[in-house]
């Protein structure tokens, strides 16, 4: 996996992420999935709250070990969190999505059901 630091005013950064679905609107973390000879799939949080990230953006650009890149993704995402002091993270799914079955194993729970799911982990603490 390579994690790729940036600043957000590199445009080459910001239009290399629009290309795999992450959308660079707020400041983020961004993860990259770099195989061989392409990206295999990116996936980004956003601060929530003062306690919280937000998984904004979770995209796999090939049908085969779609759950094994996700799954990885997400948990270096929470790693980078959980280093980073946040306690929980959360995020914004459609009813329909993919991703919801994934994050269920990942012990993220259903706290709002709207238009949009809301979804949730508290982080343990290792302590």
Known sequence: MQVIVTDERDGRFIE?????????????????????DSTL????????????????????????????????????????AIDLGF????AYLDEDDLALEIFKKLDYEIVKNDDEILIKKEFRSLI
């Not at 290399?16 to 061989?36: E, H, N, R, T």
């Not at 929530?48 to 650009?61: A, G, R």
């Not at 306690?87 to 959360?90: D, N, Q, R």
């Open 41 to 80: 799939g990116c996936a980004s949080f956003k601060v929530f709250d003062s306690q919280s990230v937000e998984i904004v953006s979770l995209f796999i650009k090939s049908s085969k070990n779609r759950e094994k890149i996700s799954y990885k993704l997400i948990k270096q995402l929470e790693k980078i």
């Open 16 to 36: 290399l992420c629009k290309s795999y679905g992450c959308v660079l609107d707020d400041p983020q973390v961004v993860l990259l999935l770099v195989g061989p």
């Open 87 to 90: 306690k929980a993270s959360y």
